[in-house]
């Protein structure tokens, strides 16, 4: 039983030996290794090749100078510059009607759009010219008189003042005050009989009409809408950096074009600009005339495209070359070298700015904080 417990003791101490003699081999032979792969690399880790290897690879451009029209691309929304109040001057009830007098009608300047029932109108006219005939008629009267009234004063006080009362000058007065207003009040009852036809002074289009052939119309009172045709335009926000670039605005060429087709495209002439700018929105609105406003509804969303100045020496550059809000990063000596620029223009998708020395390319593609201060090497390289 003892030699038992020995045999299977002796067994366990050899296993250990063996397990201990592996272990040590794999340390002397990783250890070995290692000086092997030290050995052959040689001396050449030190030198360039190794700095080539850890280089950061980076994409150029190379820009070159042209010239560049700025252009600012937005949206506007065409309007009216007013909306006209369809409100009789006078009331009765409508006997005509034109077809033009609905939601989407069409109309001339001074085109009759309804005729108010003129027969009342007619009969004032007849009264109020009755009425100034009589009063011209008893001015002419007392004018005689009057001329009279100084020759019986000069046969019988040759040279003496005469009186204003005997002159009859008060009552002379009276008549011609009297002639006056049967004047105005003829003028008046003509005026009125013009406004049973109700017309506008320009051509335009009916927004919304409550006017039907029948209805009885109250003076005063609106009944509709209506806008001149020729008073349609696009207001257009823009922020006050947009707007510097396309200083002065007024008189600057855009081209528009609709949603959906709703419009053909037109081109159009900045005709001026907002007061204030917006509270909320900080931007200012500018108004642009459009070529054809007839064909043009309110409420139309509009792309707005507004030609700038021309910059005869610019550069175009990728947006992606920016590093910062006006910086650059170019390639000198196999190196990073910062640059300063002038941003003119943001395109999109570029960047447009003043010329600049390049160096050996303008890097687009992005860096790690990681390889600022080290090494580059360039893997792509192409015309701007």
Known sequence: MVDDRRDESGERGWLGWVQLSIVAGIIVLSLVLTAWLAASSGPAASNGEASQALAAPVEVVLPRIMQHTIRVETTGTVRARAMVTLTPEVGGRVVEISDSMRAGGHFEADEP??????????????????????????????????VLAREEWEALYPGEPIAPLTA?????????????????????????????????????RVADTR?????????????????????????????PEDLARIAPPEGR????????????????????????????????????????????????????????????????????????????????????????????????????TAPFDAGEGVIISPLPESVLAGPVTIITEREN
Do not use: C, W
Request: aromatic fraction near 4%; hydrophobic fraction near 45%; glycine fraction near 8%.
């Open 168 to 204: 009859l000058e008060p009552q002379l007065q009276a008549a011609r005050a009297r002639v006056t207003s049967s004047r105005a009040d003829l003028e008046q009852a003509r005026l009125n009989l013009d406004r049973t036809r109700l017309s506008l002074p320009f051509a335009g």
């Open 113 to 146: 759009l309804a005729v108010i029932d003129p027969r009342n109108y007619r009969l004032s006219v007849d009264r109020a010219g009755a009425a100034y005939a009589d009063a011209q008629s008893a001015l002419q009267r007392l004018e005689a008189e009057a």
């Open 253 to 352: 060429e855009v081209e528009l074009s609709f949603e959906a087709g709703a419009a053909p495209s037109m081109t159009g002439v900045i005709v001026r600009e907002g007061a204030r700018l917006d509270e909320r929105s900080r931007l200012i609105t500018i108004f642009v005339r459009p070529e054809n406003p007839e064909r043009l509804q309110p409420g139309l969303f509009a792309r707005v495209s507004i030609k700038g100045g021309t910059l005869d020496r610019a550069v175009s550059l990728p947006a992606s070359a920016l590093a910062g809000l006006g910086q650059v990063r170019t390639v000198r000596d196999g190196r990073i070298a910062p640059v300063e620029i002038e941003v003119l223009d943001r395109p999109e998708g570029r960047i447009i």
């Open 211 to 239: 006017i039907a052939l029948g209805q009885l119309l109250g003076a005063g009172q609106p009944y509709g809408e209506v806008y001149a045709v020729d008073a349609l335009e696009i207001a257009v926000p823009l922020s």
